[in-house]
């Protein structure tokens, strides 16, 4: 992938929510242009006041950004950052002929949503990658970062991805690349679910689950990480425990964050996901099933 002649990057953000606010932020105040494609309100707000962002890890600052109800002009790299339920909608701001020759970054919950991406964008642009992160859009144009870190794994074989690695890393998102596209994803499917599920199901936090709900969180993850061992990627059950373990105890999932706000949930993009892998591979996950009927209102 190669790196703009001036060294400065123009980067298109489809969704400048929580995850995608604070990476919009953060290039921007790392030099590069940045785009933020989204609804009329917010791209007003933005184009105002810039991105208002609120961390104890970067600190305080405000990010002088573009903004647009819809991609108008090629970019060297658009990162998808929508919610998956507003994927295919989101999707229509960035047409294809518009994009030119950039790299689709998503940056989803789930592990179907790259053959959306590809079908759209063609398979060639499209470098599935995922995130891990705290952070929340409390108003337009404003972000509360709450966890210590920033990390970005993109699945690569056959890419040069180098740079882009580099230039997410400079910005402040520590990124990796390596592994195939499903252990990527696999990888952070098989700590979600269990963490999304609970979480939401009871309206706890991680403090709350790991303790009150352990037998149930332990049960999870061992099913989860059975389904991701069955479509091919070793999965750690005492490892995910463990991080669990070490997450700060008011630490609340993404999902469960749109439940209290009253928000669709990713409840088919993550539990659904993992049912439908589950039953593919004929792996038995009654819990997980119990759950997501229990969220779904069944």
């Known amino acids: 992938m190669p790196v703009p002649a001036s060294g400065r990057w123009t980067v298109a953000v ?8 604070l990476l919009a932020a953060l290039l921007s105040r790392a030099g590069h242009r940045v785009i933020c494609v989204a609804g009329q309100e917010t791209a007003h707000v933005l184009r105002r006041n810039g991105l208002q962002v609120r961390s104890r890890h970067f600190g305080d600052f405000t990010a002088v950004v ?4 819809e991609l ?5 790299l658009c990162v998808v950052a929508v919610k998956a339920t507003a ?3 989101a999707a229509e701001r960035v047409a294809p002929e518009r994009l030119g020759d950039a790299r689709v970054l998503p940056l989803l919950n789930g592990i179907e949503h790259p053959d959306v991406l590809r079908a759209r964008y063609g398979a060639q642009q499209v470098v599935p990658g995922v995130i891990r992160v705290e952070s929340t859009r409390t108003a337009p144009g404003v972000i509360e970062h709450g966890s210590p870190f920033v990390e970005i794994d993109l699945a690569g074989t056959g890419q040069d991805l180098g740079p882009l690695a580099k230039m997410l890393t400079d910005a402040g998102a520590r990124t990796t690349v390596g592994g195939d596209e499903t252990a990527v994803l696999w990888a952070k499917l098989a700590f979600l679910a269990p963490f999304a599920l609970l979480t939401t199901r009871y309206g706890l936090t991680i403090g709350e689950t790991r303790t009150g709900r352990r037998e149930e969180l ?8 059975a389904v991701s061992r069955a479509c ?6 005492a490892g995910i425990l463990a991080r669990y373990d070490s997450f700060p105890a008011a630490t609340k999932s993404s999902m469960q964050r749109d439940a209290e706000a009253g928000r669709p949930l990713e409840l088919d993009a993550i539990g ?12 038995e996950v009654p819990l997980a099933g119990r759950l997501v009927a229990e969220l779904a209102g069944g």
Do not use: F, I, M, Y
């Open 232 to 237: 091919g990627v070793p999965a750690d059950a």
């Open 218 to 225: 332990v049960r999870l993850v061992e099913e989860a990480a």
């Open 87 to 89: 994927l295919d909608a």
């Open 272 to 283: 659904g996901a993992l049912l439908r892998s589950a039953e593919r591979h004929g792996v």
């Open 66 to 69: 573009e903004a647009d109800t």
């Open 72 to 76: 108008r002009e090629p970019a060297d």
């Open 14 to 21: 489809l969704g400048p929510g929580g995850v995608g606010g």
